[in-house]
T-cell receptor, first 113, second 111 residues
């Protein structure tokens, strides 16, 4: 039972490079989320998708784009990476119905040099 | 969105009961209170959720007063493995609205 799977687990980029972080869930959840966590800090919401075909900005969307490819997959793209985007990125999902909890992936450690 | 306030850190000793309080003065009628636990290099995981009064599961208890402006997570007889960051989250779990985490409480359990 995989749950929420994120790839890659680690990535090093140079300033200005682009990359896409992948996230997939196998729990048939409607809602998916991207968070970033800086050292010693809490999680900050970047973007979320309430359902397939919809995306909305969170607290810190600047410098990122997202795609809800289908119900299972929600990707996060950095078009031109900056050192300020060095962080750990977490993907999460939950069912839209009822009082459902968030399920998190294991995270992607991203360093931008 | 209801803003939450928690202590930044707490220390405890093994075997003690630990209570972590979260303030959420502008909680809305439809909001639930959910607590998550996060170990280093891992994503947060669900601990407990409640709406009012008291909720207990195999891991923790959650106490919510009648005015719901605060909540207290209670961990009985903590062990070293309970050392983690604990987050209080307040939101309308019935919708897919964005869920915002606060800074969390770093609990350190000492031998």
């Amino acid at each position: 039972n995989a749950g929420v799977t994120q790839t890659p687990k680690f990535q090093v980029l140079k300033t200005g490079q682009s990359m896409t972080l992948q996230c997939a869930q196998d729990m048939n959840h409607n809602s998916m989320y991207w968070y970033r966590q800086d050292p010693g800090m809490g999680l900050r919401l970047i973007y979320y998708s309430a359902s397939e075909g919809t995306t909305d900005k969170g607290e810190v969307p600047n410098g990122y784009n997202v795609s809800r490819l289908n119900k299972r997959e929600f990707s996060l793209r950095l078009e031109s990476a900056a050192p300020s985007q060095t962080s750990v990125y977490f993907c999460a999902s939950r069912s839209q119905a009822g009082r459902e909890k968030l399920f998190f992936g294991s995270g992607t450690q991203l360093s931008v040099l | 969105l209801a803003k939450t306030t928690q202590p930044i850190s707490m220390d405890s000793y093994e075997g003690q009961e630990v209570n972590i309080t979260c303030s959420h003065n502008n909680i809305a009628t439809n909001d639930y209170i959910t607590w998550y636990q996060q170990f280093p290099s891992q994503g947060p995981r669900f601990i407990i959720q409640g709406y009012k009064t008291k909720v207990t599961n195999e891991v923790a208890s959650l106490f919510i007063p009648a005015d719901r402006k605060s909540s207290t997570l209670s961990l009985p007889r903590v062990s070293l493995s309970d050392t983690a960051v604990y987050y209080c989250l307040v939101g309308d779990e019935g919708s897919a609205r964005q869920l915002t985490f606060g800074s969390g409480t770093q609990l350190t359990v000492l031998p």
